[in-house]
């Protein structure tokens, strides 16, 4: 094991924080489905009360990616291509919010652990899940193939002033060029 790598290092060098709080949601919403799925069916109180701590970790989660998500769009240069998967990636984020927080206070006030009309809350559930998912594919693509917030990329979208960017992870233009993003 290399303890060098140890320290959080790549805080200080990504251009925002995002990444770090994208996989909340995109980890405890399928959770969340999994167990009320389970105990609806099984008729099990207990999973329903393990998928409402799910549900409430998801919508936590949800709330934090489209924060940092808000913070994120300006911190770093992005080509045609990535601002319009971006709006794309961020109306699915607000979506998965909107159904994660509903579905939340849903199941909040009900005095068993079993929601009221269950089975269409557990095709909401599903449909959060689905938003999600897809919010996550545009989110890698995004990155993963079209390289936005990737520092070798960012030098090829400014040119020469890029790689003087890469370098030092400031920006010298917030965003993309051209586009104002109102929110």
């Known amino acids: ?11 200080g060098e ?6 770090m709080f994208v996989h909340f949601p995109v980890a405890f919403l399928p959770g969340a489905f999994l167990l009320f799925a389970l105990g609806i069916t099984l008729r099990k109180p207990g999973l329903n009360l393990a998928g409402r701590a799910c549900l409430y970790m998801a919508a936590a989660g949800a709330l934090a990616a489209v924060a940092t998500g ?3 769009e300006n911190s770093f240069p992005h080509n045609e291509v990535i601002h319009n998967m971006m709006e794309t990636h961020e109306t699915l984020g607000w979506a998965v919010l909107a159904l994660a927080g509903a579905l ?7 005095a068993e652990h079993r929601p009221k009309a269950a089975w269409v809350f557990l095709a909401l559930l599903g449909l959060a899940n689905l938003a999600a998912m897809q919010g996550a594919d545009i989110g890698a693509r995004m990155v993963y193939l079209e390289g936005a917030a990737v520092k070798p990329v960012v030098s090829v979208i400014l040119g020469g002033e890029g790689e003087k960017a890469a370098k030092t992870g400031h920006v010298p233009a917030a965003g993309h060029e051209g586009h104002k993003h109102s929110h």
Do not use: C, E, R
Request: proline share 4%.
């Open 1 to 11: 094991m290399d303890w060098s790598l140890f320290g959080f290092k790549a805080v």
């Open 14 to 19: 990504l251009f925002n924080i995002h990444p």
């Open 70 to 72: 808000l913070q994120a």
């Open 104 to 110: 939340t206070a849903w199941s909040f006030f009900q």
